[in-house]
């Protein structure tokens, strides 16, 4: 699937098994169903949409963009993300299972009571990011971050 633009669109019980998605744009959609079993989605932009019905599995997302998402209480499982822009993110409660970000800027983001195992951050910016005492972190690491501007820490 490459070149695509989906507005507006209910896109009910999909599943991208073993698939390349390419310059795509996602805008206002609605999702339920996976994306799974080594799928590369690539120079794509998401925007104003909540993954809380979407399964995400074993996945590289390279050259994408993600405006306005919701991940609230979302688990990110085996993802690979390499040249990933995060702005306006709800990332609460989430959590990040054997997950590499590799140069990827996140913008105004709240991260509270989010759980990162197995998780590796390298070359990463940080702005903007609301974090909260409720994080954990097992066997993951934040390698030449930088934390831009404040870091609000909530209780």
Excluded: H
């Amino acid at each position: 699937l490459s070149g695509v633009t989906f507005l507006g669109c209910n896109l009910e019980n999909v599943v991208f098994i073993d698939c390349i998605l390419e310059k795509a744009s996602f805008i206002s959609c609605k999702f339920s169903g996976k994306i799974e079993s080594e799928s590369a989605i690539k120079n794509c932009n998401f925007t104003d949409l909540d993954f809380s019905k979407i399964e995400i599995d074993n996945v590289s997302f390279i050259n994408c963009s993600f405006a306005g998402c919701n991940f609230e209480n979302y688990q990110f499982n085996n993802i690979f993300m390499l040249n990933v822009n995060f702005k306006n993110i709800n990332f609460v409660g989430s959590i990040f299972n054997n997950t590499n970000f590799n140069n990827i800027n996140i913008n105004n983001a709240n991260l509270s009571k989010s759980q990162f195992v197995n998780s590796n951050f390298t070359n990463s910016n940080m702005q903007n990011v609301v974090l909260s005492s409720e994080i954990t972190s097992e066997n993951s690491s934040f390698i030449e971050k930088r934390f831009i501007e404040n870091w609000p820490i909530s209780k």
